[in-house]
């Protein structure tokens, strides 16, 4: 069964650098996402992605955040100048018009 | 501010069990609500309800959306300790952007 992949799986980065995560949609899907999951905390959307651009982002999702799809497979978070309060497992997703959003197994962001 | 409710945040059951795990909502602009299970990892997609009084069934699962009065069941038959996991309730909202707001979860402990 096709599923969303995601690297690294763990990152971890001194505060203040810059650092992209990375993921793999489903090949037919066609909106893209990112969410954060702080530990012990809910799930929080951060950004959804159609046709090239953001179709809509959270407060989260500051200017420190950036999105791309630089290729036909691959979706990028990009975040410039990381913050303690970053650190979180980041989970991608992806579906069709009107399907379910499919979640890959996340990247565990470490900020030291 | 939209908004997803759980209950219970834990449960703990036996083998063979039978459990409901509720969900309440408030949300703008509702077009969807889904259940997943998550457990160490990325959250699996279980049912994507979209219908009020129309019960979804997969095996052991099942769950149905009251749209009226605000609130979703996930009923689990027949517990196994496989079943231990936490079980995440989100609820799809917005025009076209698709994004999904998220319960706390219920961590459901399934005992031999």
């Known amino acids: 069964e096709p599923e969303v992949t995601q690297t690294p799986s763990h990152q971890v980065t001194q505060m203040g650098q810059e650092v992209i995560l990375r993921c793999v949609p489903i090949s037919n899907h066609l909106y893209f996402y990112w969410y954060r999951q702080i530990l012990g905390q809910k799930v929080e959307f951060l950004v959804s992605?159609?046709?090239?651009?953001?179709?809509?982002k959270s407060e989260i999702f500051d200017d420190q955040f950036s999105v791309e799809r630089p290729d036909g497979s691959n979706f990028t978070l990009k975040i410039r100048s990381t913050k303690l309060e970053d650190s979180a497992m980041y989970f991608c997703?992806?579906?069709?018009?009107?399907?379910?959003?499919?979640f890959g197994d996340g990247t565990r962001l470490s900020i030291l | 501010e939209d908004k997803v409710v759980q209950s219970p945040l834990s449960l703990v059951v036996h083998e063979g069990d039978t459990v409901t795990l509720n969900c309440s909502y408030e949300?703008?602009?509702?077009?969807?609500l889904l259940w997943y299970k998550q457990e160490k990892k990325a959250p699996t997609f279980l049912f994507m309800l979209t219908s009020s009084g129309i019960e979804k069934k997969s095996g052991r699962l099942s769950s149905i959306l009251d749209k009226k009065e605000l609130f979703s069941i996930l009923n689990i038959t027949a517990t196994q300790t496989g079943d231990s996991a936490v079980y995440l309730c989100?609820?799809?909202?917005?025009?076209?952007?698709?994004?999904?707001?998220f319960g706390k979860g219920t961590l459901l402990t399934v005992n031999p």
């Open positions: 992605f159609y046709n090239n651009e953001i179709s809509e």
């Open positions: 989100a609820v799809e909202s917005g025009g076209s952007n698709y994004k999904l707001t």
């Open positions: 997703a992806s579906s069709t018009t009107g399907g379910p959003q499919h």
């Open positions: 949300v703008t602009n509702f077009r969807s």
